[in-house]
Every structure is written in C-alpha cells, then in structure tokens.
C-alpha cells in the first residue's frame, strides 16, 4: 500500500492528533477509519431502500418516505445529545 499526503491546517492535524490519542490510536489509522465507515449520500439511498425492501419483504412492513425522514430525524437528534454515560 503507498502512502499519500493529506495537506490541512495545523489545527486541523492537531485536533486529530487529540483525537486518535485518546482513542489509542494513530491518525494514519483514524483517518483510515473514518474513510472506510463513512457513507456517500447515494450509498445511504442505496443502504435505505435495501432495508426497505427487506422489511416490505420478510415482515410485511411498508416505510413511506415520511416515516423514513422522521427516522432519520430522530437519529440524529439522538447522536447530537451528549450521552447519558459521557454526564456520569
């Protein structure tokens, strides 16, 4: 595997390097990371209509694009609230 530089600001390196400390981790690695796990907005279309199908399919469940945003949009509410283990 060649490795490639990635040219960002100083604050921009340092807070990865505060990151992938505390995770353990190098930046090398949490960059890595976030590349291999992170979607593109088609293949979050792609990933949604798949578990449609597969709900419509196996268990008879219909989800209308107006119950998929609302999903959505309590998904994000939930990940944006600090977590109730990170308070204690």
Same mark, same amino acid.
């Given at each position: 595997m060649s490795d490639a530089m990635i040219r960002v600001p100083a604050e921009v390196r340092d807070r990865l390097a505060v990151i992938a400390e505390s995770r353990g981790t190098s930046i090398r690695s949490l960059v890595q990371e976030f590349a291999e796990?992170?979607?593109? /907005? !088609?293949?979050?279309?792609?990933r949604a209509e798949r578990t449609r199908s597969?709900?419509?399919?196996?268990?008879?469940?219909?989800?209308? /694009? !107006?119950e998929s945003a609302a999903m959505g949009r309590r998904l994000r509410e939930a990940y944006a609230q600090p977590s109730r283990d990170a308070a204690a």
């Amino acid at each position: 595997m060649s490795d490639a530089m990635i040219r960002v600001p100083a604050e921009v390196r340092d807070r990865l390097a505060v990151i992938a400390e505390s995770r353990g981790t190098s930046i090398r690695s949490l960059v890595q990371e976030f590349a291999e796990t992170t979607l593109t /907005d !088609e293949e979050r279309r792609e990933r949604a209509e798949r578990t449609r199908s597969y709900l419509a399919e196996h268990f008879g469940v219909e989800v209308s /694009d !107006e119950e998929s945003a609302a999903m959505g949009r309590r998904l994000r509410e939930a990940y944006a609230q600090p977590s109730r283990d990170a308070a204690a």
